[in-house]
T-cell receptor, first 112, second 109 residues
Framework: DADVTQTPRNRITKTGKRIMLECSQTKGHDRMYWYRQDPGLGLRLIYYSFDVKDINKGEISDGYSVSRQAQAKFSLSLESAIPNQTALYFC???????????FGPGTRLTVL | ELKVEQNPLFLSMQEGKNYTIYCNYSTTSDRLYWYRQDPGKSLESLFVLLSNGAVKQEGRLMASLDTKARLSTLHITAAVHDLSATYFCAVDISIQFYFGTGTSLTVIP
């Protein structure tokens, strides 16, 4: 089984809808991250969490919110989706002595 | 503003040739990571570079880090088709990663 899982893997929605993307991990890491990937822009950090009680905004948090339900679960919400939020979204965990990050398979979100 | 710049952005090379991808960053960091992404897939960790002068090698890929120059290189030796992918560097600043824009590598037979 994969160490970092994301659901759904693909989602098409309409402008104004509320969307939740979920991430679960079995790596036992405290740190979890949400990124979005756009062509030509690399990955940009949306939110990150160092533990259940510690949530921080990243570079591009506007229009997004998160919830850390447990050490193993970190959800990303788009309260009112807009077309420029169409992107590939990745969850990642971080831990260990090298602070390496491990990525989930990604969620492809399309907002019409 | 922190910048992480990779070049080239696109690279088309013939099998058997050598080439280097560059990653420059604009602030102090002792930790740099290289990832590979295949089309439609997630990111796979390639190298973790943790100090000035660090060099790591795996197969036909070798990565190095010069923290004084704020530069990391990913060198490809005798390229093969299986190396075709997008390669990202990422700089660790206070446990946040800042990614380069990626280098899309195509190896032509």
């Amino acid at each position: 089984d994969a160490d970092v899982t994301q659901t759904p893997r693909n989602r098409i929605t309409k402008t104004g809808k509320r969307i939740m993307l979920e991430c679960s991990q079995t790596k036992g890491h405290d740190r979890m991250y949400w990124y979005r990937q756009d062509p030509g822009l690399g990955l940009r950090l949306i939110y990150y969490s160092f533990d259940v009680k510690d949530i921080n905004k990243g570079e591009i948090s506007d229009g997004y919110s998160v919830s850390r339900q447990a050490q193993a679960k970190f959800s990303l919400s788009l309260e009112s989706a807009i077309p420029n939020q169409t992107a590939l979204y990745f969850c990642a965990t971080g831990g260990g002595g090298y602070n390496e990050q491990f990525f989930g398979p990604g969620t492809r979100l399309t907002v019409l | 503003e922190l910048k992480v710049e990779q070049n080239p952005l696109f690279l088309s090379m013939q099998e058997g040739k050598n080439y280097t991808i560059y990653c420059n960053y604009s602030t102090t960091s002792d930790r740099l990571y290289w990832y590979r992404q295949d089309p439609g897939k997630s990111l796979e960790s390639l190298f973790v570079l943790l100090s000035n002068g660090a060099v790591k090698q795996e197969g036909r890929l070798m990565a190095s880090l010069d923290t004084k120059a704020r530069l990391s290189t990913l060198h490809i030796t005798a390229a093969v088709h299986d190396l075709s992918a997008t390669y990202f560097c990422a700089v660790d600043i206070s446990i946040q990663f800042y990614f380069g824009t990626g280098t899309s590598l195509t190896v032509i037979p």
